[in-house]
């Protein structure tokens, strides 16, 4: 089992479509895949179940696990048949989730302890779609993954945000997960055709290498589309941007 935590601490920058589109692509290599929504706005959600979720969500998932109730993990997944995929919803109550595991005497590590359960093993890939903030909620996400996908825009400020991301990531690893790899970077929501987008996909690569996926996402309407029809990019047919996505877990596989 793969733990990948997509995480970028600025809005709007593609998580969630990276997360879902990533997930849809994985399911259909045939590998199973689990979603976990982490995220208040519980965007994921609303495209794989519908709005007005109200059964047992990820917030429900950490308080059990704080307050030692035991975790019935069967009773907060849910199965989306359009992706072929499971996913823990999220709802808006999430945003309480902070507070919660604050007051768990090791507070940084309550989603490790989750995933520690059997049923995960289960799992080929496990991919947690984080809120755009660095705070406690998403360090217990660092804590519990093998590794980091950040999703950046081709742009200055996104840029600039990766080096106070990346010195999150280096204190999780020193303080409370070491095994956790900085898996790389997928420039998302990107306007190639513009100067300033080309530049920016010059200045990533040559600061972080090989660590910036060839496969880059445009932006594109294909994404409102989807998420209007409460369906990934991958289930629209002729869409180039699901064939983006399946290239980016193709090469996602090859790393191992």
Same mark, same amino acid.
């Given at each position: 089992?793969?733990?990948?935590?997509?995480?970028? &601490?600025? %809005? %709007?920058?593609?998580?969630?479509?990276?997360?879902?589109?990533?997930?849809?692509?994985?399911?259909?290599?045939?590998?199973?895949?689990?979603?976990?929504?982490?995220?208040? *706005?519980?965007?994921?959600?609303?495209?794989?179940?519908?709005?007005?979720?109200?059964?047992?969500?990820?917030?429900?998932? #950490?308080?059990?696990?704080?307050? *030692?109730?035991?975790?019935?993990?069967?009773?907060?997944?849910?199965?989306?048949?359009?992706?072929?995929?499971?996913?823990?919803?999220?709802?808006?109550?999430?945003?309480?989730?902070?507070?919660?595991?604050? =007051?768990?005497?090791?507070?940084?590590?309550?989603?490790?302890?989750?995933?520690?359960?059997?049923?995960?093993?289960?799992?080929?890939?496990?991919?947690?779609?984080?809120?755009?903030?660095?705070?406690?909620?998403?360090?217990?996400? +660092?804590?519990?993954? =093998?590794?980091?996908?950040?999703?950046?825009? /081709?742009?200055?400020?996104?840029?600039?945000?990766?080096?106070? +991301?990346?010195?999150?990531?280096?204190?999780?690893?020193?303080?409370?997960? /070491?095994?956790?790899?900085? =898996?790389? #970077?997928? #420039?998302?929501?990107?306007?190639?055709?513009?100067?300033?987008? *080309?530049?920016?996909?010059?200045?990533?690569? &040559?600061?972080?290498?090989?660590?910036?996926?060839?496969?880059?996402? /445009?932006?594109?309407?294909?994404?409102?589309?989807?998420?209007?029809?409460?369906?990934?990019?991958? &289930? *629209?047919? %002729?869409?180039?941007?699901?064939?983006?996505?399946?290239?980016?877990?193709?090469?996602?596989?090859?790393?191992?």
């Amino acid at each position: 089992m793969k733990i990948i935590s997509i995480v970028n &601490q600025k %809005g %709007g920058c593609g998580k969630t479509t990276t997360t879902l589109s990533l997930g849809a692509a994985l399911a259909e290599r045939g590998f199973r895949v689990l979603i976990v929504d982490l995220d208040q *706005q519980h965007n994921a959600t609303d495209t794989l179940y519908g709005r007005d979720y109200n059964g047992y969500s990820t917030v429900d998932m #950490i308080y059990f696990a704080t307050r *030692q109730i035991h975790l019935q993990v069967e009773d907060f997944i849910r199965y989306s048949d359009r992706e072929k995929l499971d996913y823990i919803p999220a709802v808006s109550g999430l945003s309480t989730a902070p507070s919660i595991l604050a =007051n768990d005497q090791d507070s940084g590590t309550v989603l490790a302890r989750i995933f520690r359960h059997p049923y995960f093993t289960k799992y080929d890939y496990v991919l947690l779609d984080n809120k755009p903030s660095l705070d406690l909620l998403v360090v217990n996400a +660092l804590a519990a993954s =093998n590794e980091v996908l950040v999703p950046v825009e /081709p742009e200055d400020y996104s840029i600039n945000g990766l080096t106070e +991301l990346r010195e999150t990531i280096r204190r999780v690893q020193d303080s409370l997960n /070491p095994g956790l790899e900085f =898996n790389g #970077i997928v #420039i998302s929501r990107a306007a190639m055709v513009r100067s300033e987008a *080309q530049k920016a996909e010059q200045l990533l690569r &040559q600061e972080y290498g090989s660590l910036v996926y060839k496969t880059i996402i /445009p932006n594109r309407a294909d994404v409102a589309n989807a998420k209007r029809a409460g369906v990934t990019v991958l &289930q *629209q047919r %002729g869409s180039d941007l699901g064939n983006r996505f399946r290239a980016l877990a193709a090469e996602i596989v090859s790393r191992g």
